[in-house]
């Protein structure tokens, strides 16, 4: 990630200093406030500007306004920093306005009156409609007084952009009948007109019309007109027909007066189903579980699924398909923080949580009630218990809690405590003259809790006392956890920065859509998806794209897997999704189809530096796949012919000489590395494009050209006339040349550029020699080469195949099958796959701000996946950030988990070998006093380290 240095911050930060020191700072003011204190004593001791940045937009959170005196103070000496409060109603509502202009009106505004002279009613319809429902909300939900169950299960109602469920409206009967008859007569005269008619519930009309400008004429009048007759005339006079009934599209607004149900016909099958949840549905290893999981997913409505649980959903030998489920209903997210009861699951930046949320905390603290009764309901038991009042309270609390925010602990992500944990709490507190007979603590938890291998269970010691991080503050961030953004959009950390002179959230707001309309699981708008298709072979998908109407749509279908065929390995068969090792070599059973990765095993009589024992001469070649090799022999080695590579580096050669366009076309070098086969998909390096007329100023993609003047956007670069020199902010210290060796062997000019191709730096210099790409071996030709030191002290790195030199970074080695990266680019009008696709897809699953993606193909053809601290100076509470992102994505590959693995071209991924670097002392540095001088050689040498080191 590439964080902007701007000299006025430093300067500012700088300022604040130099005020905090002179007096005794405005944290004295603070001293009754511990978490406000301890906050406020981050701002002196922050070293990275952009976690100072946001400590200062999340620090009214920690500093109530009612401060008055710490505020003045703050205020005085921070220009920036302001008691603002940002919770207006409407604030959630912003990301729906159509311009832009009154998108960031809406987001400086405090009420409604603020944005009607930009916002205007007329054009920004779902932006008004979003913020009287919210105000519907805060009326009702104010009855609730300070009752927060009461009010947060209020506030969902109206946080839902569908139907509220039975489920939600029974809740709120049920905390809130008690406390407040209004409150449950002013919801109740909501769900009963919700929900209300509006045209944008028939979006999904205008991809039938067959014009492709009747779609888009169709989607801005839904958008824009109100009435049924505005409609009508409208989508007469642009589309150019009278509303006949044969016609697709008058079809669908005059036979349906709603958005798809499960009786429409016309409606395509995805609509009907939840394809998050069928992607889980092979992993039963029941026929009876699978049967009822494609019936829950598939069937709107179903009792099916109260069965499911009772069977299938606490059946420790559905695991496989349990997990899959937790997946897609509540995927693994790091941090937990804001519980008030569960407190001791707070302040966990580096730990795994499904459901770390204000609901959950309630849900623990009703658990405990409910179980003082003298009874603990379980799926498949009742277990009688004494009073857990009195008998190990501490550690019964810590139970609920677990069961309630779902720590992903172990590798199988599953929610079970451990055996003997769970043995040990029976034992002390279970009410045996109750039990049923037969029964004893163990044979209990031998259902409950059957293991204790932390591989599989949670450890209950690790919640009974607080976090020792609970002092870091913002050292780790997770702008997405909990989730900011409407129920209709994903949370996307914010890589890019804002436009000059605007607020900069960490994070994007983006639409999305859902995998079926029973689902709510949500992926990005234009993102190809690979859905299960409901059939009696299992194997067979369509890949979808996510439209504009919020929909999967233009679905095609790819040829079936056929699951049933195995792998002879050795006079052992292996099942279809088994992976194993053979020799050293990492395979996995393909539809009958053995894939294992390539390269050599050790032997005491070969040089296994390279494939093929070729030699560890780097004589490089450029293969047309785009990947430069050290030698021919490592080319021919992995299959390539001699006409298929010339020599020399890809990076050195211009694609755009001479001119491959025509007169009317710009030539762009577009360089990529292809995973489909060049004989095919042909890789070419550059791209032929028009001049643009016309480029939206209001799209930030920051592009740096070749004079170091930096563009909004590369369109705007383009129209200029300009060169790309690197994607991202402009650097200063990129100004000069100083040429870097990436772990792909390409020379790039500067670090710059390398970073915007997602390639983390080996070494400084041309590239000379490359590295092993097995970890058997370390006499290779880097024995010259001068590595740079460890970004932390006390670093155990690792070293990435073929690189020259260790670094602190954690580090996924990929198996992928070619053959469905090939029907991937057919069904995508013959476009090749690179590896920059990947990146792309996987940077979105890296939360933490604090961390990013790098990758490459190795030249052994493994899809090497690098996840990398950003600051110069890494602490050991981010590097284990950047493991645990690391880890989540390894387990979500290996488990085949429909959260990744459903997006086109992840779902090639076969299996994924992850290593770590360590360090050996995560005890947080403390902060020392820092002198005048000090501080101001910080201010310069920190736009230089930031500007050269962190990624664009």
Not at 920 to 932: E, I, K, Q
Request: charged share 20%; glycine share 4%.
């Amino acid at each position: 990630m590439r964080v902007c240095v701007q000299i006025a911050f430093l300067f500012f930060y700088c300022n604040f200093f130099l005020v905090s020191t002179q007096d005794s700072s405005c944290c004295h003011h603070a001293l009754e406030y511990s978490q406000c204190r301890e906050a406020c004593d981050q701002l002196a001791a922050i070293r990275s500007e952009s976690r100072l940045k946001h400590l200062l937009q999340r620090l009214p959170s920690y500093c109530p306004e009612s401060m008055n005196e710490l505020w003045i103070c703050i205020n005085s000496t921070l220009p920036g920093a302001s008691k603002k409060s940002d919770g207006w109603v409407g604030l959630g509502c912003c990301e729906l306005a159509i311009s832009a202009e009154c998108r960031r009106e809406c987001k400086q505004a405090s009420s409604k009156n603020d944005i009607t002279k930009v916002c205007k009613k007329d054009t920004e319809k779902p932006l008004y409609s979003c913020i009287t429902k919210n105000e519907m909300g805060s009326v009702c939900c104010s009855y609730a007084g300070k009752h927060t169950n009461c009010h947060e299960y209020c506030q969902a109602i109206f946080r839902t952009d569908s139907s509220p469920t039975v489920s939600q409206i029974n809740t709120v009967k049920e905390y809130c009948q008690s406390l407040s008859p209004q409150l449950i007569n002013c919801v109740a005269n909501y769900t009963k007109s919700y929900p209300t008619r509006s045209p944008i519930d028939s979006l999904y009309c205008c991809d039938r019309a067959e014009e492709a400008h009747c779609q888009t004429a169709c989607k801005r009048i839904l958008r824009t007109m109100n009435t049924e007759h505005e409609i009508m005339e409208g989508l007469i006079k642009e589309c150019g027909s009278e509303p006949l009934p044969q016609d697709p599209l008058w079809q669908c607004f005059l036979g349906n007066a709603h958005p798809p149900t499960k009786s429409d016909p016309e409606t395509s099958p995805t609509a009907k189903m939840d394809c998050a949840k069928l992607h889980c549905c092979s992993k039963a290893n029941t026929s009876r579980c699978r049967n009822m999981c494609q019936e829950i997913s598939t069937n709107w409505g179903t009792q099916v699924w109260q069965e499911f649980n009772q069977l299938c959903e606490y059946n420790p030998d559905e695991t496989d398909l349990i997990t899959c489920l937790a997946d897609v209903r509540e995927p693994c997210q790091l941090g937990c923080k804001d519980l008030t009861y569960c407190t001791n699951f707070n302040n966990r930046p580096t730990e795994l949580f499904r459901s770390c949320n204000i609901q959950s905390d309630q849900g623990a603290m009703n658990d405990i009630k409910l179980w003082s009764n003298g009874t603990i309901n379980m799926p498949l038991m009742n277990i009688p218990v004494l009073d857990i009042r009195k008998c190990r309270p501490e550690i019964w609390k810590a139970v609920a809690c677990a069961l309630q925010i779902k720590p992903c602990y172990s590798k199988s992500r599953g929610n079970v405590i451990c055996k003997s944990d769970c043995v040990d709490i029976l034992t002390h507190c279970g009410d045996f003259s109750r039990f049923p007979e037969g029964h004893t603590p163990e044979g209990i938890c031998d259902l409950l809790s059957p293991t204790d291998d932390l591989e599989g269970c949670i450890p209950l010691e690790r919640y009974l006392t607080p976090s020792p991080f609970e002092n870091i503050i913002e050292e780790v961030i997770h702008p997405c956890n909990p989730n900011p953004c409407p129920s209709n959009h994903l949370c996307e950390v914010n890589r890019k920065g804002c436009h000059p002179g605007q607020d900069c959230l960490p994070y994007f707001c983006v639409p999305g859509c859902k995998l079926g309309e029973a689902s709510d699981f949500l992926v990005h708008m234009d993102a190809r998806i690979q859905v299960p298709v409901r059939s009696d072979q299992p194997g067979c998908y369509e890949v979808c794209t996510c439209g504009q109407s919020g929909r999967l749509e233009n679905c095609v279908e790819m040829p079936c897997i056929d699951t049933t065929k195995t792998c002879n390995v050795g006079g052992l068969r292996k099942s279809h999704g088994a992976s194993f090792k053979m020799n050293c070599h990492t395979c996995f059973c393909y539809a009958g189809e053995t894939i294992c990765s390539s390269g050599q095993c050790p032997s005491l009589n070969k040089y296994i530096g390279f494939p093929c024992g070729c030699a560890d001469h780097f004589v490089p070649v450029c293969v047309r796949n785009g990947r430069t090799y050290p030698s021919a022999c490592v080319a021919r080695c992995m299959g390539f012919q001699d006409n298929q590579f010339e020599f020399g580096a890809c990076r050195s050669t211009e694609p755009c000489s001479p001119n491959p366009c025509q007169k009317n076309q710009r030539c762009i070098p577009k360089r990529r590395v292809c995973l489909t086969d060049i004989s095919d998909y042909p890789c070419l390096q550059y791209e032929c494009v028009s001049r643009p007329s016309g480029c939206d100023p209001n799209q930030l993609d920051p592009a740096c050209d070749m004079d170091n003047m930096e563009h909004a956007n590369l369109c705007l670069l383009y129209q200029r006339g300009k060169t790309l020199a690197y994607m991202g902010h402009c650097q200063d210290a990129c100004r000069v040349t100083r040429e870097v060796c990436g772990h792909n062997g390409e020379t790039y000019k500067t670090v710059c550029e390398a970073f915007s191709d997602r390639m983390a730096v080996d070494y400084h210099g041309r590239c000379h020699a490359m590295g092993s790409v097995s970890e058997f071996i370390a006499d290779t030709g880097c024995n010259a080469v001068p590595c740079p030191p460890l970004s932390t002290e006390g670093c155990s790195p690792i070293t990435p195949p073929g690189a020259c030199c260790p670094v602190c970074a954690a580090m996924l080695q990929i198996l992928w099958n070619k053959s469905q990266i090939n029907v991937f680019a057919k069904l995508n009008r013959n476009q090749p796959v690179t590896v920059h696709d990947i990146l792309r897809v996987l940077r979105l699953h890296i939360s933490v701000p604090q961390c990013d993606i790098f990758g490459y193909l190795s030249i052994n053809s493994e899809i090497v996946i690098l996840v990398i601290p950003v600051d110069q100076q890494p602490t050991p509470l981010q590097i284990e950030a950047c493991n645990k992102e690391a880890e989540k994505i390894d387990s979500l590959i290996n488990s085949g988990s429909p959260t990744l693995v459903s997006h086109v071209p992840l779902s090639a991924f076969l299996t994924s070998e992850l290593k770590l670097s360590t360090v050996s002392s995560a005890a947080p540095p403390t902060a020392s006093p820092l002198s005048l001088t000090l501080c101001l050689s910080l201010c310069l040498l920190l736009t230089f380290l930031l500007s050269s080191t962190e990624a664009p």
